[in-house]
């Protein structure tokens, strides 16, 4: 597969909330950057972040604004949305994913704001 | 110009903290987005917030750590780095313009943690 497209199927993965499918999309040294909060290396670690942010939700729905692509590197711009009980979470993302000749996301980096998830995460689960 | 010559001459102007040539590069309409705040339209707007961001600090450096184009459209991987009295703030920043026909920044969106920086800005100038 070509880089735009894995990245493609990685975010279709992840709007069925398909774990395992999101997963298998990525480098067994994936290095996953949520750019507020500490890195991490490994599908582990990559697995064990999304399932919390995946599960918690009942629908997500990760609308991608632009992308470009620059040999293997994907860039997008996305509004990622997650359904909770009190109504829809949306942040703002920049996303840098780097896929490796295998077809496998070996860089997944995106910037955010935090405090834009964390306040709206409190006000729809009655947490925070 | 060419786009990202314009976004180079861009950062250029503001590591020199040259507010007017920095701005010359705006278009009068500019949209200016820090994404964990509102919007601005205008270079009235983009010029006090560049200004209250460039001219409290000491040093502006804005280490650009991956670049890339596509036709009217740069995007940048950087670290805006600010010199205050107790040292240097480093902000991760994903960055995104389009340039118009007339080599004029006509929207710039920066996507980057608040707190990262506002944490930061406390401890090095014992405000915050």
């Given amino acids: 597969m070509e880089p735009e497209a894995v990245v493609n199927a990685f975010i279709a993965a992840v ?22 909060i500490a890195p991490s290396v490994g599908r582990a670690a990559a697995r064990a972040t999304l399932e919390m942010v995946l599960l918690s939700a009942r629908e997500v729905e990760w609308r991608v604004d632009r992308q470009v692509v620059s040999g293997q590197v994907v860039i997008n711009e996305r509004v990622d949305r ?6 829809w979470l949306e942040l703002p993302v920049a996303g840098f994913f780097e896929v490796g000749d295998d077809g496998l996301i070996a860089l997944w980096r ?4 935090m405090a834009t998830y964390m306040n709206q995460l409190g006000e729809l689960t009655g947490g925070g």
């Fill in 15 to 36: 709007e069925r909330r398909d774990l395992d499918g999101a997963i298998a999309l990525l480098a067994e040294d994936v290095r996953y950057e949520n750019v507020p």
């Fill in 82 to 87: 997650f359904r909770f009980e009190g109504g």
């Fill in 110 to 113: 995106d910037y955010f704001d």
